[in-house]
């Protein structure tokens, strides 16, 4: 290649690299019951900076990692989505928890189980087989490690000055560690630094990185009130206005099943109010 | 005790189920152990005596709600959670082992509920 037409390819990809596209999985909820996740995340990207385009024909991601060694098909779709990323250059960013956990996991355990990844590339005969290269980011995460907090702060219009904020971590975004690697699983600080960074106040409650209950809201109402009320208790108890959360699930068994009052509403309905890109929320 | 089971169990989780110390954390962490049957430290040395046809009769297998939060706390990173989910799958893989099926979901649906929670379910109930 000469030497003119390598530096022409390095500007185009450092001009890549400033506008700050990512590939970006919506998941099958978030086209459905969870479209103000969806809407608001894509709306305060484009704010900040940051392009999301999301690859053609992308599948559910299954809601759930299978961890069992012998169940390969099931983790096909979440590699799908992430050699498709692999394929256009770039990082990953998904927003809901689930998807984000289904994603992490299955790319965990691809780059370290040789075993495994044999079986899906035989199964999806790609190009050039996956091996677990591309990178994944939380959106919380791509706003804490791409935009910053600071910089984020610096855009914020609307801050929600005096806005006691629980952050309802759940399980999924934090959980395994190892492979979610997002943050502390026990002692988490990002949603807390995200809340400050709006100008709002975090609350710190002993339930926010415990279970909702998840789907055993068909298998067992009982039990998903008991979970989803608790949670909503501890938060309250300690002084929140609202709990904010990142995934549909948690949202719902929060709002239906705890049978608490405590307003709980995405995180990214927040950020967009603060960025002014949304109404208030009246309470 | 069945060791084809046991054998199958081992292997479908990756646990080595001989890590664990009996200390009973899992469970106390476990946000389903008031609905369990067996819990969690019970999974484990179970399969360690390759008694898993009583673990797979269980309620149990359906309470797990995979938080993984016996998984992190896990002093000894024994990971029971994918010791249920290994006993599960040899449940609802047999013939008419389905514990969910997809004539049961309209019923269990209403408007809020999200498509994420059927497609859990679906995942974890039934193959």
């Known amino acids: 290649m000469r030497s003119s037409t390598r530096r022409k390819w390095y500007n185009i990809r450092k001009d890549c690299k400033l506008m700050e596209t990512f590939t970006y999985y ?59 990323a692999k394929e256009q250059g770039r990082a990953l960013i998904t927003v809901c928890s689930a998807c984000h ?70 399980c999924l975004l934090l959980r395994p560690s190892a492979a979610l690697a997002m943050d502390d699983p026990e002692n988490p600080t990002i949603m807390e630094d995200f809340i400050r960074a709006i100008g709002a106040t975090p609350v710190i409650y002993a339930q926010r990185n415990e279970c909702c ?3 055993i809201t068909l298998e067992d109402k009982s039990q998903a009130a008991k979970r989803s009320g608790a949670v909503m208790e501890s938060a309250k108890d300690q002084g929140a206005d609202m709990i904010i959360t990142a995934c549909p699930l948690c949202l719902y068994n929060l709002r239906k099943n705890s049978g608490s009052d405590l307003p709980v509403y995405y995180f990214t309905e927040i950020l967009a109010q603060a960025l002014g890109l949304k109404e208030g929320n009246n309470e | 005790m069945n060791k084809n089971l046991k054998e199958q169990v081992l292997r479908s989780s990756g646990v080595n189920v001989l890590k664990c ?15 369990m049957e067996y819990h969690p430290h019970q999974f484990v040395y179970m399969v360690e005596k390759g ?27 024994v990971q029971p959670a994918k010791v249920v989910e290994a006993v599960r799958l040899a449940a609802i893989r047999q013939q008419d082992g389905n ?17 994420q929670a059927i497609v859990t379910a679906m995942r974890k109930y039934a193959k």
Not at chain 1, 144 to 168: C, M, N, S, T
Request: some cysteine.
């Open chain 1, 26 to 84: 919506p998941g099958c909820t978030l086209r459905t019951k969870a479209k103000d996740l969806d809407a608001y995340a894509r709306a305060s990207a484009e704010a900040l900076g940051i392009a999301l385009e999301e690859p053609a024909d992308w599948q559910c991601c299954g809601g759930a990692y299978t961890t069992a060694k012998d169940e390969i098909a099931t983790k096909l779709s979440a590699v799908r989505t992430l050699n498709a």
């Open chain 1, 101 to 170: 956990n289904v994603i992490k996991q299955t790319n965990y355990d691809i780059s370290r189980d040789e075993e495994m990844a044999a079986k899906v590339n035989n199964y999806l005969q790609l190009p050039e087989a996956y091996t677990g290269e591309t990178t994944v980011y939380h959106y919380l995460e791509m706003l804490r490690d791409v935009v910053g907090f600071d910089k984020l702060k610096e855009k914020v219009v609307a801050p929600l000055k005096g806005v006691k904020i629980a952050a309802y971590y759940g």
């Open chain 1, 213 to 215: 209950g998840g789907y």
């Open chain 2, 21 to 35: 110390m009996r200390c009973g954390k899992c469970s106390g962490t476990c946000p389903s152990y008031d609905e």
């Open chain 2, 51 to 77: 008694d898993i046809e009583t673990l797979m009769k269980s309620e149990s297998i359906y309470k797990c709600l995979t938080c993984f939060a016996c998984v992190d706390r896990c002093p000894r990173g």
């Open chain 2, 99 to 115: 514990h969910l099926s997809p004539d049961q979901i309209p019923s269990l649906l209403d408007e809020d509920l999200p498509q």
